[in-house]
């Protein structure tokens, strides 16, 4: 069996991690299996289903980038039965991939799941250069999400395997046809526009942005719910927000949940305001359900999977996105329109199990022909 060790931050329900838990569970784990190396020792949300499903979970604490990987360069030298290293933190991967090359991990993988970083300033834009030049000089298999992520990561799409985020496609039809008024489950009173917003409460989300928006549709006599689907560093400050913009009857922050496809089945509208995002799974996830949503243009076009379900807007206007939401019609698309689509896209998920599969075996047969 092939043990593949992926590095990530923490295996929590975000987008990177959940396209990789999508994969862990339907690839063929009599032949490969995956452990993953984290950088905190609290406890991540798919931690239990790792362990279940046979993976292992070793984490590394250290107070910089440099300490961990120094103690990843002993950790694989001490586990030397890991062939293959796939690391998953973008420009992070630099330091990763040098300690797998360090300890002598002959296949080392850099995946691309983002179009750019939210850091600034000269010392942020010369890491951002030095770690990409590393990222293409240490990794022997480059990954991405979707061209816009391979082009920054790598500087091209040349010699990149585009692993599109893919999805329980089955699944999601199945939810989209069952949808049973979902919401009131969870508030019985819910009114007027749904909208849901999906991501974890930090600065890239702009959940701010959503505020605004949700403000001045009150302000507007316009009737709505808005739940907040998420967790993060700025959830106090969100919760103060709402509080200030009196929208503690119209808003609401849900948390963490594994109903989301529920939810997104009995939305009307989801909003994506962005800073950036390379290609976030619940794109995939929503148009899967039928769900239209609005997108920051800051967000790669290749999101857009022709359905008539995505729309682009600017930041720079508000008003642009309340009209918007005002004057949203949703136009049903056909399940089995949706279905077609996304499989000949490559976003089923049996399909994308059996080529990263076939990409690990590729690998380590490639040692033994040499």
Not at 35 to 41: K, P, Q, S
């Amino acid at each position: 069996m092939i043990r593949v060790l992926h590095i990530v931050g923490k295996m929590d329900r975000a987008g990177a991690e959940t396209m990789l838990m999508n994969l862990y569970r339907q690839i063929d784990r009599s032949q490969v299996q995956f452990d993953f190396i984290t950088f905190t020792t609290d406890e991540g949300d798919y931690d239990d289903e790792i362990l279940a499903l046979g993976g292992r979970i070793f984490p590394i604490i250290a107070n910089n980038s440099i300490g961990r990987m120094s103690k990843l360069t002993s950790f694989l030298k001490q586990n030397s039965e890991y062939q293959i290293v796939h690391a998953h933190m973008l420009l992070s991967n630099a330091f990763h991939l040098s300690a797998a090359k360090k300890a002598g991990v002959k296949h080392r993988i850099s995946h691309s799941h983002n179009t750019t970083t939210s850091k600034s300033g000269i010392l942020a834009k010369l890491y951002e250069i030095f770690a990409k030049h590393l990222n293409k000089n240490l990794s022997t298999k480059k990954i991405a999400c979707g061209k816009e992520a391979a082009e920054y990561l790598f500087g091209t799409t040349e010699n990149v395997r585009l692993l599109n985020n893919a999805i329980d496609l089955p699944f999601y039809i199945k939810i989209a046809s069952e949808n049973n008024h979902y919401w009131e489950k969870i508030k019985s009173d819910t009114k007027g526009l749904k909208i849901i917003q999906v991501g974890r409460l930090n600065e890239v989300k702009n959940h701010i942005f959503s505020l605004k928006i949700a403000k001045k549709l009150k302000e507007q006599g316009v009737d709505f719910t808005f739940f907040i689907v998420g967790q993060g560093p700025l959830e106090e400050w969100v919760r103060k927000t709402i509080q200030e913009y009196n929208l503690e009857e119209n808003v609401f922050i849900l948390g963490v949940r594994n109903d989301v496809p529920n939810l997104m089945a009995d939305a009307n509208i989801m909003l994506m305001p962005s800073f950036h995002e390379g290609f976030p799974v619940v794109l995939v996830e929503s148009q899967a359900i039928g769900l239209s949503s609005i997108l920051s243009e800051n967000i790669a076009k290749e999101v857009d999977l022709n359905l008539g379900l995505v729309k682009f807007l600017p930041l720079k206007s508000i008003d642009v996105w309340v009209e918007t939401l005002k004057n949203q019609k949703n136009e049903p698309v056909s399940q089995s329109e949706i279905y077609k689509c996304l499989q000949s896209s490559g976003f089923f998920f049996f399909f994308n199990s059996v080529d990263l599969l076939n990409l690990y075996k590729n690998l380590i047969n490639s040692n033994t022909r040499n």
